[in-house]
């Protein structure tokens, strides 16, 4: 892009068309060489704009060269260039000139208009969803230049690949649309970032507007795609990457990433709607025990609370919560709880009269605090957005870690509401400016998880353990996420491949879904083979709903037992895998469990694989998703890949099929990798974890083992105390593994860095 008239340096291009854009101006801004911002700006000189996925106030560190040229500015980065027409229309292409974006007008302009009678009455017979407001102030509309693959958009339900599909955010506690018909379905969960992937190409587009917004990936029109706003300001990054990891590392460098989870936070979690008594839940803990089936944690769903009082606990059933927790703590176990935001009205329940008083709850429009119903009946909600109700939620919190509580499940945060929804004018006033709840909603579950975060670090100085069900981008720095009620149906456990892809494509990569399904009963098939599938799941928990037959892993028979102690060995087993992934992530937002485009960006035939994931780039699991099925075809990338369950070495490139009876989960593992595995353990208690095998899976089986491919691979381990924040000041380990011959005591182990005193007792090795 050489242009004689460079005027200047700058980091970001204002314009202004006052035709098109009445009271407000463009803002580029390169704040990177690689993401660039387009931001309508009101001509109004309070405003001011504070992201709510963003911590940091964000600075524009990149620099544009701009140039005009007629009515066209050219603004040029060290890997992009911009060109903003006189229509506000935008282009951007790449150092060598290639277009990577492109706005457009959309062929088929408006989706079809109703009246407001009309759309009343397609509600009444349940055909239009709640969450349609088509009423945009801002869409843009962009070209689909070839055969672009759609990544991400958080927790939607479909294909792992978006094209075609359209979708709305705005956080819901609707579990309806949990099917593959994604036409104006809202989840739990916003999260509007998705990724546009193609041969040449690949790139981010992250929407930062907590109002409703609209993504159409090529649904009305197949030759571009689009997304709406319906309030506030039009505010999106152009993630510029080499590749979809990179894209990755960009938007995670601006919304933040998972920090180090606890280790025991990687074991099994075992939960119920609900474990209704101090006993029963030790009668659980026993089962593990006596059955053999490691365990880390179990959750106590709202039940445990007195009349559903957040912070508080029936005493009837549950004597003493302290004590309970210690008795499992000698298990290995930990007490995960579930906290819910909205607070019982009721005068003398201290948590709603401390709210009162310090005026923590959000108002309705005439002033007065805000009332709808959920468990507790009647019932206000904390208003977030205010530091000080933060701080308050925060410090409530020590009720529950000074009962030995490990974890906090935050539940209902969409808001959810049992007497019709929020209405738009509810008030948050909590930061000083009163926002109201249309653009507050999708961020509610976001900053409650900041509180439960915060105050999980002040009162227990470990890494905070929470999980929620809504959030907003950039909640993977507090939390940890699940899925919602999902179904104990074959359609769900299908889903939940690309459902917890396109998490971790959306910075979200510690995420599970309810094991065994949440709703309806499963059989010992579905949940033999829902384990199986979820096998290296980050969040691994089982949880099922209240009229639901029992799905702990004894409820069934001797076999499924045994399948079911299998698969939950198995993640055991590659746990300090697992954790190395988590270090890598945090340091890059590269997820855990990735699609394999992610690591075989040129396979075509890969773009849309739904049923197979790679866990880190090593293994690849291609689970048995169909009832009755005892094979399938298996798509395996360019390569050596060693099957798990025979050793037998396959030639990649290719389709194999691959008989899977009940018992075995397709798993193979690519030629040349190193991992780093646990012995047979029982939970993931420090004693349980000081010993360490390295398991060496060379492409070449024969004794010619030194061969170019296997020479040259090593493996990076972490080593901390899996518990608090002293890695941070250098507390922790990386050894560098590597070996030097086909034999076990070939192994060579160096210490890269030595911060944390606590080596392992013990290292072994096996080649596989
Ligand atoms: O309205 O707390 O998604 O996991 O067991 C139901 C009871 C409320 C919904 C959660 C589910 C939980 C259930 N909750």
Partial sequence: MKNKHIKQSM???????????????????????????????????????????????????????????????????DSITVKIKETLEIDIYDKDGNLLCADCKPARQEIDKYTQAEIEQLKQEGHMPDTLDTSFKYKVTKRIIGNEAFYGLG?????????????????????????????????????????????????????????????????LDAGSYSFAVTNGELNYYFIYGKNIKEVIKGYTSLTGRS??????????????????????????????????????????????????????????????????????????IKLVTIIDPGVKAQDGYYIYDEGIAGNHFAKAKD???YHNA???????????????????????????????????????????SFNGPFPDDVVFAGDGKARLHNEIHNVYGHLMSKATYDGLKKNSQKRPFVI???????????????????????????????????LGLSGLPFAGVDIGGFGANTTPELLSRWIEACCFSPLFRNHSAKLTRRQEPWAFDEATLNIYRKYVKLHYKFIPYLYDLCYEESLTGIPILRPLVMEYENDKNVIN???????????????????????????????????????????????????????????????????????????????????????????????????????SCYYMHYQDNGTDFKYQAGEYNLYKFSFSSNRPNGLKAELTKNGYKNKYKHISAVIK
């Fill in 11 to 77: 980091p970001s291009v204002i314009v202004r068309n006052e035709e098109l854009l009445e009271n407000a101006s463009l803002k580029i801004e390169a704040i990177t060489d690689n993401i660039i911002r387009i931001h309508t700006i009101p001509n109004d000189k309070d405003y001011s704009y504070v992201s709510f996925a963003l911590d940091d106030s964000l600075e524009a560190k990149g620099q544009f060269s701009v140039s005009q040229y007629n009515s066209t500015i050219t603004a040029t980065t």
């Fill in 374 to 416: 959920v468990w507790p009946g009647d019932a206000v909600f904390p208003d977030f957005t205010s530091f000080d109700t933060r701080s308050w939620w925060a410090d409530k919190t020590k009720y529950l870690t000074d009962n030995g509580i490990s974890g906090i499940w935050n539940d209902m945060n969409e808001p959810a």
């Fill in 609 to 711: 694989c739904n049923d197979e994931y790679l866990v880190g780039s090593s293994i690849l699991v291609a689970p048995i998703t169909d009832q009755g099925a005892v094979a399938r075809s298996v798509y395996l990338p360019q390569g050596i890949w060693i099957d798990y369950n025979s050793g037998k070495r396959i030639k990649g490139g290719r389709y194999i099929l691959y008989k899977a009876p009940i018992d075995v989960c397709p798993i193979f593992i690519k030629g040349g990798s190193i991992l780093p595995v646990y012995p047979d353990i029982p939970n993931l208690s420090h004693e349980n974890t000081q010993r360490l095998i390295v398991e060496f899976y060379p492409s070449d089986d024969t004794e010619n083992f030194n061969n170019k491919t296997n020479k």
């Fill in 259 to 332: 920090p180090l989870p606890q280790l025991w936070t990687l074991g099994y979690h075992q939960s119920r709607w609900s474990y209704m008594s101090d006993e029963e839940v030790l009668e659980v803990a026993n089962n593990f025990e006596n059955y053999n089936v490691p365990c880390d944690a179990i959750h106590l769903d709202i039940d445990y609370m007195d009349q559903f009082k957040v912070f508080t606990s029936d005493k009837e059933r549950f004597s003493d919560l302290k004590q309970l927790s210690s008795k499992l703590d000698e298990r290995g």
């Fill in 155 to 219: 927790d939607k339900t479909g294909f792992l690949n978006k094209r075609g599909y359209e979708y709305i955010m705005w956080n819901s506690d609707n579990p309806e649309p949990h099917v593959e018909n994604t036409t104006f379905s809202a989840l739990y969960k916003s999260v509007p970032f998705f990724i546009v992937h193609h041969e040449n190409c690949t790139y981010g587009i992250f929407l930062d507007n907590t109002y409703k917004t609209y993504f159409d990936l090529g649904c």
């Fill in 468 to 502: 929620t069900r809504a959030c907003y981008s950039g909640s993977q720095k507090y939390t940890t996420v699940w899925t919602g009620d999902n179904q104990s149906i074959w359609t769900h456990l299908k889903l939940a491949i690309p459902q917890l892809l396109n």
């Fill in 367 to 369: 002033g007065s605090v």
